[in-house]
């Protein structure tokens, strides 16, 4: 690219936006530690169970948790050296799809999980449209789900007719499309090697594996996040000729995943902070282009569905859907736990869904208000969940469908159940101290470095934020963990990211 006059460049011209980026940064460097090392703390206190101990087995499980962090703090770099000599840098990304395909495929066909509950609602949902039916749930609401998954889902249905087939086969897209997606930001970022670790990575994570016969969300919105955070890196690298194509397909990337998760929408809001490094060396027309179509893109997507219940509703406003409120006051009321729970203390499921949202709406902030520290500590709690568990995919294939707690699993159930729950937390445990380690790298560098990877890392600060006032339960982290793959990775090989740096203040 041309070098541009000092004058049409973002930072040069407006050196008070240079200065605030580098104070940010210092902000997302302690919040982002915090969250990493909450992690395995949140972990040995989700599952140590010390019961009847008080705070003196709160504070055993915590201390547990710290030790088990500081094991591996120590111990991952030995077991990463060992995994980066090992891994073949001649494998292609298409052997790794294959075998990645097959392995999916064999675990859909041995778990064959029953639809249940979110995932029996979006298939239902997915079979009436492809039917060519309206878009109305068991209830008979019209807008109560979000129509990202059920929209995905109805060319297979449609297609492939029997539902684990078509819900196997929608999985297989996404985990390629995720794949390509680890595959080329590693190569963008750091060398063909990283790509191969990362994908092999992505490739073997037991949650996302274990989801492969699931008609689960959290795999349409991983894939989305990944792609929009690709094309977004593409389009700022100084193509000139097609960034603007690269700057939509963002857009409608990150507007897929909030048609699929409506808390995801605002990130393409978050672009101009999650990007600043990069758009604040780009000539002013340039970084406002871009900023322009990934937010128009996005809500463009999200704008059709929008028409849709704004027609439907009589002229009342509902953006993505109506189970808002629902949602917002089961995980803030006196009887929420953190987790999922079927009503808060005033029942209002039975409620009509324009109804339970406004009244949702109204209780859940009623509630906080009222119950400001009962309020905070609920938050922690959820944060907890959050961050110390990773078991949505062992849940979701051991279960098939057969019980709606542990206790109910058979005695063989609850072996494999439990055995594969801790390779997941393993997994869990060991890719975030990489990241922790990848972190704490560069932020003993510049300001301007540690900027460079921070588009990776807003994922994990956004869902903390959001999810731990909105919502509950431990798989809303699941869209953040594939730029966790490259933070990991970008550790493991101690290069810098060829994503741009600040210029100096």
């Known amino acids: 690219m041309k070098a541009m006059p000092e004058e049409n460049i973002l930072g040069k011209r407006f050196g008070i936006l240079v200065s605030l980026s580098y104070i940010t940064s210092h902000i997302e460097y302690a919040l982002v530690l915090a969250i990493l090392a909450t992690i395995p703390l949140a972990a040995g206190y989700l599952y140590i169970n010390l019961p009847g101990t008080g705070g003196v087995g709160a504070s055993i499980t915590l201390l547990a948790g710290a030790v088990v962090g500081s094991g591996l703090f120590f111990a991952v770099p030995r077991a990463a050296a060992f995994f980066k000599r090992t891994i073949n840098v001649n494998l292609t990304l298409w052997a790794i799809v294959l075998a990645g395909v097959v392995f999916q495929v064999f675990v859909a066909v041995l778990t064959s999980p029953s639809p249940t509950h979110d995932a029996a609602a979006y298939l239902h949902l997915a079979q009436e449209l492809a039917s060519g039916l309206d878009y109305v749930d068991a209830q008979g609401f019209r807008a109560f789900f979000p129509p990202g998954l059920p929209l995905f889902l109805t060319p297979f249905i449609w297609l492939f007719k029997t539902p684990l087939l078509a819900v196997v086969i929608a999985n297989l897209l996404l985990y390629i499309l995720g794949a390509m997606s680890i595959w080329y930001l590693a190569r963008h970022l750091i060398s063909a090697k990283a790509a191969v670790i990362a994908t092999v990575l992505f490739t073997a994570w037991p949650s996302r594996l274990l989801l492969a016969g699931v008609a689960a969300k959290e795999l349409l919105t991983l894939t989305a996040i990944l792609a929009f955070i690709l094309f977004a890196l593409k389009s700022l690298d100084g193509n000139e000729r097609r960034y603007r194509r690269h700057a939509a397909l963002s857009g409608v990337s990150v507007g897929m995943a909030g048609l699929a998760q409506p808390g995801l929408m605002l990130l393409a809001v978050v672009f101009p902070l999650m990007f600043r490094h990069v758009l604040l060396q780009m000539p002013i027309k340039k970084a406002l282009t871009c900023i322009a179509l990934v937010v128009l893109a996005a809500f463009a997507v999200m704008s059709t569905w929008s028409a849709r219940n704004f027609l439907l509703f009589d002229g009342q406003f509902y953006g993505i859907s109506t189970n808002g409120g629902s949602v917002f006051y089961r995980a803030n009321n006196e009887k929420a736990t953190g987790l999922w729970v079927g009503d808060g203390a005033v029942p209002i499921s039975r409620l009509p869904e324009v109804q339970q949202d406004k009244v949702g709406f109204v209780l859940g902030k009623k509630w906080i208000f009222e119950h400001p520290a009962q309020a905070a500590m609920l938050s922690i709690r959820k944060l907890f969940y959050f961050l110390g568990e990773d078991d949505q995919g062992v849940y979701s294939s051991v279960f098939n469908g057969d019980g709606e707690t542990r206790a109910a699993l058979s005695g063989r159930q609850k072996q494999i159940f439990e055995s594969l729950n801790a390779l997941s937390l393993l997994y869990w445990l060991a890719l975030t101290t990489m990241c922790m380690r990848g972190v704490l790298a560069y932020g003993k560098r510049s300001g301007g470095e540690f900027s460079a990877i921070t588009p990776l ?32 990775i970008i550790w493991l090989f101690q290069k810098r990211p060829r994503t741009g740096t600040l210029p100096n203040p």
């Open 457 to 488: 890392l807003y994922p994990l600060l956004y869902g903390a934020a959001i999810f731990s006032i909105f919502e509950s339960g431990s798989r809303q982290h699941m869209f953040a963990v594939g730029p966790l793959f490259l933070i990991a």
